[in-house]
């Protein structure tokens, strides 16, 4: 098998990296983070409690081994039971890694089809609806909390056609994925759901690719799971014991956190069509881990790559392969990139298994980014923020029978823009 590779020029940055990679090597950042010691983050005991209870990620994996046996005996009973299409309903940390191994796997060979839903876009429903057939699926629900208001939907909306269609056991075409206590596993098991899965609770939403959010989608996407976690778990010892520079997630994390610093901010994405399905994933760990209290660092994904020239000094970038693929290797972008001294991190995927070193690593970085910035990277006030609004403008129209009527912000024809308060 072909091995990947690290190659990182640290360009314009270099004073602040230096220092920044001092700082970093000195407080043992990564080694502690690698060891749950909350305190490396803040010595208020309120705060440490809380970042405590979301560090499960680091070793994620080497937990998950024992669960692989289990997720693959159910994957057989799942196929003995003449099941040919699986669709997964989640939202953010709970859709992105499935949907990565969706565009990267496909799905298992024993299955029509591998699916995966985080829209409630009914044309998007209906359609994936048509795609399969209900009576052979198998519907994964995967909600960390077990109140997704758009996952719950669209299992109602699910549980709905087969009632229609004359399914007796519905509870047969079931799955979930959830943390211990949520609404979610009482209903699954009050329905005799097929399988409950129950996640380590310590683990938050978008550091859970490497968790049973990860593996049980992923066995029928089909991933090979005991390869994945086995490289992720190689991952976790080598950020355990390689110190300084020599530690990836501790040289990148400076790097980007140097970068910042100096306002090069635009974390910019040049990836190869095998390596693509990555950087969504990457995006919503870095974008929503690390932009709080007017800070972050701003990933660009998908964007026309363009001339070094056409680049501001606000850039820096990632170069994304798989080692031997038929792939423009920028080399010449890279060169002139190179010698505008802007910071430059390229990464070969040896195959499609060092997906799982990818996800501990960039997990990894962006804590130790959140580190140096003096954040949370843990927490998201402003997802929760969001969810607690929508939450109350839904029980404001089941009490009233309406939505709370606002002045427009802005109007453009027929559309208009509404915030509410």
Known sequence: MKQGSLQIKIGAVDAAYKRALKKGAKASVVQRIMAREAGVYTSDRKLKKLIAGRLGWVDSATRMKRHISAIEKFGKSVFADRIKHVVLMGMGGSSLCPELFKLVHGKHPRLKS???????????????????????????????????????????????????????????????????????????????YRKVFVNPSDIGGRYSALSLFGLVPGFFAGVDIRAFIDDAVA??????????????????????????????????????????????????????????????????????????????????????????????????????????????????????????????????????????????????????ESKNNTKAILAAFERSGKFPQQVPHSSWGKLSLVGYD
């Open 235 to 384: 991952m976790q010892k080598l950020l355990v014991e390689r110190e300084g520079e020599a530690n990836p997630a501790l040289a990148i994390g400076a790097l980007l956190y140097a970068a910042t610093k100096e306002g090069r901010d635009k974390l910019t994405f040049i990836a190869s069509k095998k390596t693509a399905p990555l950087v969504p994933w990457i995006e919503q760990l870095v974008a929503e881990s690390t932009g709080k209290k007017k800070k972050g660092v701003i990933p660009i994904d998908n964007e026309p790559v363009g001339k070094a020239a056409q680049y501001t000094k606000d850039r820096m970038f990632v170069f994304l392969r798989m080692t031997g693929e038929k792939a423009p290797d920028y080399k010449k972008l890279k060169a002139a990139l190179g010698a505008k001294q802007f910071p430059i991190v390229e990464i070969s995927l040896g195959s499609a298994a060092e997906l799982g070193r990818q996800f501990l690593l960039w997990e990894a970085i962006t804590a130790v980014v959140g580190w140096y910035l003096g954040i949370n990277p843990f927490d998201e006030p402003n997802v929760t």
């Open 114 to 192: 591998f699916n995966v839903i985080d829209s409630t876009d009914p044309a998007a429903i209906r359609s994936l609806t048509r795609k399969i057939e209900p009576k052979r699926t198998l519907f994964i629900v995967a909600s960390k909390s077990g109140g997704t208001v758009e996952t719950r939907s669209q299992e109602a909306y699910f549980i709905g056609v087969l009632k229609k269609l004359g399914v007796k056991n519905i509870g047969r075409h079931f799955a979930v994925i959830t943390d211990s206590g949520s609404a979610l596993q009482e209903f699954a098991r009050k329905h005799k």
